[in-house]
T-cell receptor
Framework: NAGVTQTPKFQVLKTGQSMTLQCAQDMNHNSMYWYRQDPGMGLRLIYYSASEGTTDKGEVPNGYNVSRLNKREFSLRLESAAPSQTSVYFC???????????FGQGTRLTVV | EDKVVQSPLSLVVHEGDTVTLNCSYEVTNFRSLLWYKQEKKAPTFLFMLTSSGIEKKSGRLSSILDKKELFSILNITATQTGDSAVYLCAGPKGDSNYQLIWGAGTKLIIKP
């Protein structure tokens, strides 16, 4: 029972470097999400994908791009990392409506 | 602007105590409110509330919603050290079918 698998778990980048965070779910969910979590600020939505082939901006999309590769996979790309992007990133997937969302184990990203 | 506010931000109690965590929300077009528990890593789903006055219960945890006062509480009775976590509250944003607005969370510490 893998659920939502997110890689990598940890990453250190230098300012200006790029990287892609990978996420895959095996629950046949239509909706997938990328959040960032910063101390004292709760979860903030970066991008989401309501279904395969669609993506939409969330609350804090600047500096990020996403790809919904297929129904299972939703990746998040940082083209030119900045220290302000130091955060913990979570991928999530959800079935129809506001049912339970399942989260990946998170990626702790540090940009120096 | 839609927002979800949780209180207190942190709480330290002793094992066996009962705690009440609060979530107030201001969202247009209320549809539901969700509670999650976050231990070291990924948030895990606790409850979804849609109707006022109906308590949802799972073991020692229970939650109730007051739609008139735009308020929800999460109660934990006979607390155990394993209840130590951050408890998150969230509600759908505006008319979106996909975006959630998250509170900053309540960090609960249970001392033996």
């Amino acid at each position: 029972n893998a659920g939502v698998t997110q890689t990598p778990k940890f990453q250190v980048l230098k300012t200006g470097q790029s990287m892609t965070l990978q996420c895959a779910q095996d629950m046949n969910h239509n909706s997938m999400y990328w959040y960032r979590q910063d101390p004292g600020m709760g979860l903030r939505l970066i991008y989401y994908s309501a279904s395969e082939g669609t993506t939409d901006k969330g609350e804090v999309p600047n500096g990020y791009n996403v790809s919904r590769l297929n129904k299972r996979e939703f990746s998040l790309r940082l083209e030119s990392a900045a220290p302000s992007q130091t955060s913990v990133y979570f991928c999530a997937s959800q079935g129809a409506g506001y049912t339970e969302a399942f989260f990946g184990q998170g990626t702790r990203l540090t940009v120096v | 602007e839609d927002k979800v506010v949780q209180s207190p931000l942190s709480l330290v109690v002793h094992e066996g105590d009962t705690v009440t965590l609060n979530c107030s929300y201001e969202v247009t077009n209320f549809r539901s409110l969700l509670w999650y528990k976050q231990e070291k890593k990924a948030p895990t789903f606790l409850f979804m509330l849609t109707s006022s006055g109906i308590e949802k219960k799972s073991g020692r945890l229970s939650s109730i919603l007051d739609k008139k006062e735009l308020f929800s509480i999460l109660n934990i009775t006979a607390t155990q050290t394993g209840d130590s976590a951050v408890y998150l509250c969230a509600g759908p944003k505006g008319d979106s079918n996909y975006q959630l607005i998250w509170g900053a969370g309540t960090k609960l510490i249970i001392k033996p």
